[in-house]
């Protein structure tokens, strides 16, 4: 976790560190830190909490300094205080490092460092690099770049690491697992974790692969990898608009990423979709005929998105297809062979669990896709290929834009697997193809001012709930899991999720006159079905939220409040459906007063395990 930037340049380094940290503050905030070069002389001023309380200490005490590391860190080993916040320095003061990641061996390394001699003044594993680095700066004759070299070629782990030194001009940094991109500018030279840190500056930049190290000076850099070669790596031009990764005019990043979805989604879908000639593209090398089954891995809300991938693909191209979360997959010794699809799912490309179960699945031969919005992220270099959803940056740490295009980029997945198996025929084929080309115009639809309204009056009646139910089912079961887990994340109710049809099976224990159930009752086939587990409901007198389709207002007399949402086909559904539950869930914190866009002992990025 956690955000990097790093400045070298003829800008006051100040300034770039806190506008880039802003940026990345979705990836950790509880505490950050900067250190910034002056001549002879390298000055640290770090604090826990929030950005804010460190851009305070700042605008007080201005550091002066055009070259400079910064950090906000979101806490693995010791207490999120002053202390433990980064940059850590060595003990003479002159080296400094930032750390993103975990260092696996960092006890025996900290044992062998106390040993000979060494104080720490952080209970961090980071801290042991900065040790490291300092001993093997003796013996690399004042060489910074080879004493980071070697410092890591004793750690195990994860890192994106930044060191700098007061008596050399540079940056040197290093990647493993963690993000790192670089910026280049005219004469000057740029570091973060992730892309907005960095576009306000220069859209030129350089995705580090994992093992990459480079050195950064005023006018240029050097890659290596770690034994020291050197390595080339393409400067990329980022089109991104700079406005697309700031608020634009909404109180939060999420609620403006629930707004871009219409938008989210046209990318997703654009070129891919042919209504003249009933054609799915979707520019990935793989064949078809070549894979048995399919298993999806991912965590959280992309877990869900697989949840409804796995229904769509068995329904539409009968493949068995399991699904497990990544930190499962890892460890349960998975059945995957050379039959196997592995299709990783992730919105920032950088989960741990993840990754690595994407690498167990190759360890066994299995072909690799990666369902992926973070462009040049780890998992999109080591799949053998990816279906980027282009969703755009997403910001707020709920994940809201991610998931519908994920959802959507499965649906053309399931429509091109079963045309190309022949287990979809032409026609439902094109019928299906056209609902979803339709996806951004019904979730414009679904965003319309009226339907938010309602979905607002309905929120703030239900917000001092202590719990809610969530249920669904088939293909809109998995969103009921997400509209269970977006309200928890953000407002901090307790909501569990069931398929409706297991209701009764344990959890109808728990309803009361107390307990608001959210029903998604939409068109489908299961609908009367879905309706008598309302029944159910209702007859324990538990409160009833429905989600139907428009239209239906013979259904409507079963609840006791309302979300209607344009009428969509079966399988397309889950994207239209999640937005209301979006709404839902972000109406109820901001209620409740929480800050959405950083929910408390989240990160965006999960990049420990
Ligand atoms: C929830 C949420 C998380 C992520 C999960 C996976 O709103 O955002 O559950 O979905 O941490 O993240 P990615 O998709 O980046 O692998």
């Known amino acids: 976790m956690c955000g990097i930037v790093g400045y070298i340049g003829t800008r006051q380094a100040q300034d770039v560190l806190i506008s880039g940290l802003s940026k990345l503050e979705y990836r950790g905030y509880d505490s950050a830190g900067v250190a910034i070069r002056d001549g002879g002389h390298i000055s640290v001023e770090k604090k826990a909490g929030k950005l804010a309380n460190l851009a305070t ?13 910064g950090h906000t860190r979101w806490a693995t080993h010791g207490l999120p205080n002053d202390t433990n916040a980064h940059p850590h320095a060595s003990e003479d003061g002159k080296i400094v490092i930032i750390h993103n990641g975990i260092i696996e061996n960092y006890l025996p390394l900290k044992e062998a460092l106390l040993k000979r001699g060494h104080k720490f003044s952080s209970e961090t594993d980071s801290e042991v690099l900065v040790h490291l680095i300092e001993e093997k700066y003796q013996q690399a004759g004042g060489d910074l770049y080879e004493a980071v070299r070697l410092a890591l070629g004793d750690v195990r782990g994860a890192y994106g690491i ?92 999420m609620m403006k990423e629930i707004y871009e ?60 297809v399991d699904i497990d979360v990544a930190s499962e997959y890892r460890y349960r010794n998975p059945l995957v062979s050379e039959n196997t699809l592995a299709i990783v799912m992730s919105q920032s490309g ?3 669990d993840t990754l690595e179960a994407l690498r167990e699945a190759k360890k066994y031969g299995a072909k690799t896709l990666g369902i992926i919005n973070a462009k040049g992220s780890s ?99 998995p969103t009921a899991y997400e509209g269970a887990l977006k309200l928890k994340e953000i407002s901090y109710i307790h909501a569990e999720a069931y398929a409706a049809g297991e209701m009764k099976h344990g959890p109808i224990a728990l309803i009361d006159e107390h307990m608001p159930v959210v029903v998604i009752a939409t068109e489908s086939k299961l609908l009367e079905k879905t309706i008598s587990n309302v029944q159910e ?6 409160r009833v939220i429905l989600l ?19 009428r969509a086909d079966e399988m397309v559904s889950p994207v239209v459906n999640a937005v209301a539950l979006q709404l839902l869930s972000i109406f109820i914190a901001q209620k409740l007063g929480k800050d959405v866009d950083k929910p408390r002992n989240l990160a965006k990025a999960v990049t420990v395990e």
């Open 162 to 253: 930044v060191v700098t030194h007061v008596d050399h001009r540079e940056i040197v940094a290093a990647r493993t697992v963690s993000p790192m991109v670089m910026g280049v500018g005219e004469g000057e030279m740029f570091l973060a974790s992730d892309v907005p840190a960095l576009l306000p500056y220069t859209r030129e930049m350089v995705f580090l692969h994992d093992g990459d190290m480079v050195v950064l000076h005023d006018d240029g850099f050097k890659v290596t990898d770690l034994k020291g070669n050197e390595v080339r790596r393409e400067i990329e031009h980022i089109d991104w608009d700079a406005e697309a990764a700031e608020k634009g005019g909404y109180d939060s990043y």
């Open 57 to 69: 200490v700042l605008e007080q005490r201005p550091l002066h300094g055009t070259l400079g590391i």
């Open 261 to 320: 979805q219409p938008n989210a989604l046209t990318n997703t879908l654009i070129g891919r979709l042919h209504d003249d000639t009933g054609q799915v593209n979707l520019d990935i090398n793989l064949d078809p005929a070549s894979f048995k089954r399919i298993s999806i891995i991912a965590c959280g809300t992309a877990f869900y998105a697989g949840m409804v991938g796995e229904y769509l693909i068995e329904q539409l191209a009968r493949i068995p």
């Open 379 to 477: 998992m999109t270099r080591e799949v053998d290929d990816t279906l980027y959803i282009h969703a755009g940056p997403e910001i707020g740490v709920a994940s809201t834009k991610a998931y519908t295009s994920m959802v959507s980029a499965m649906l053309m997945l399931a429509l091109w697997l079963g045309r190309a198996r022949g287990t979809l025929d032409e026609t439902a084929g094109r019928k299906l193809l056209h609902s979803a080309r339709e996806l951004p115009r019904l979730v414009e639809a679904a965003l319309e001012p009226e339907r938010v309204e309602n979905i607002r009056a309905i929120a703030e009646k239900y917000a001092d709930s202590r719990d809610f139910l969530f249920l669904g089912r088939g293909v809109n079961s």
């Open 548 to 566: 139907l389709s428009d239209g239906d207002t013979e259904n409507a007399r079963y609840g006791d409040d309302v979300i209607y949402v344009p």
């Open 537 to 542: 409901v209702r007859a324990r007198k538990g």
């Open 350 to 352: 950088e989960t741990i």
